[in-house]
């Protein structure tokens, strides 16, 4: 064979592979996390968190990552570049924003959300105002209490063949959380499933040391899913803090427990209908 016939073949065979591959790191979908990261310490160490965390995963499971502050990105033609959108610890307070993530999830769009970004209490910072999220979406209502400090609790799997948490054992202890309360009972809901909740064998849970932080029974949801949705709330991302020395250390982190890791995997994985 000519060495200039070979020498096409071979430049031939390497674009090829290199075009290959790069079609096999192709991103399988694109998340898009909007994150405030003010006033609470907890809350703000969870998004840094997760920022690393995500970026991390991204690589590692080829999907594209963005996050951002500037909740004016939560627009209709921004939303339509993403296939799914990350509330991180709050929730968009701006009307037009609102607008657009409803609109966004009436047409098949898909939301993670977290801990904070459920949170809504008349009189507040974060007062109940926006009917939609909370009473149908969320389902939840209002925040009502919550446990503190943050402390582990051992969570139980409500549906074990849902694709969310087939690949968790029955039971598992969580990272440290502040764990919360809800003016509706999620259970009297037909479009609200149930997927994680607090075992009894948590408590008593909380530490206090006021004794209503303290749970001693009840039934307390954790992940859930609104079935006329693509969503998926998780009320882990809560990290604790050093606030008695007032040295704001961290003392915990939410993605270090391996569970809680696939949970949100998985969860991103059937939010978008991909394959892991």
């Known amino acids: 064979m000519p060495f200039t016939r070979y020498l096409i073949i071979v430049l031939f065979l390497n674009a090829f592979i290199i075009s290959h591959a790069a079609g096999q790191q192709k991103a399988k979908f ?7 990261a003010k006033h609470d310490q907890a809350h703000i160490s969870f998004v840094h968190e997760a920022n690393r965390w995500f970026v991390q995963q991204a690589a590692q499971y080829h999907f594209q990552y963005d996050s951002t502050n500037d909740w004016s990105l939560l627009n209709t033609g921004n939303l339509s570049k993403y296939q799914v959108v990350v509330f991180l610890d709050t929730r968009p307070n701006d009307a037009a924003q609102r607008t657009a993530f409803e609109t966004y999830m009436r047409n098949g769009g898909a939301w993670m959300g977290f ?5 809504a209490l008349t009189p507040s910072t974060y007062p109940q105002n926006w009917d939609w999220y909370h009473n149908e979406f969320l389902g939840s209502g209002q925040y009502v209490s919550n446990t503190w400090r943050p402390t582990s609790a051992v969570l139980r799997i409500e549906h074990k063949k849902h694709p969310v948490t087939r ?19 999620l259970r009297q809901n037909s479009d609200i499933e149930i997927l994680l909740s607090i075992d009894s064998t948590s408590f008593p849970l909380g530490t206090g040391p006021k004794q209503h932080e303290i749970w001693h029974s009840g039934y307390y949801p954790v992940v859930w899913t609104n079935k006329k949705y693509k969503m998926l709330y998780l009320n882990m991302g809560h990290n604790d803090i050093d606030y008695e020395n007032k040295t704001n250390k961290e003392l915990s982190f939410t993605f270090n427990n391996k569970e809680q890791g696939t949970l949100i995997i998985d969860g991103l994985f059937w939010l978008t209908g991909s394959r892991r």
């Open 30 to 36: 694109r998340v898009l996390a909007f994150y405030t």
């Open 115 to 119: 801990h904070f970004s459920a949170f």
């Open 167 to 185: 690949h968790l054992p029955v039971t598992f202890k969580s990272a440290p959380n502040e764990w919360y309360k809800w003016e509706k009972d």
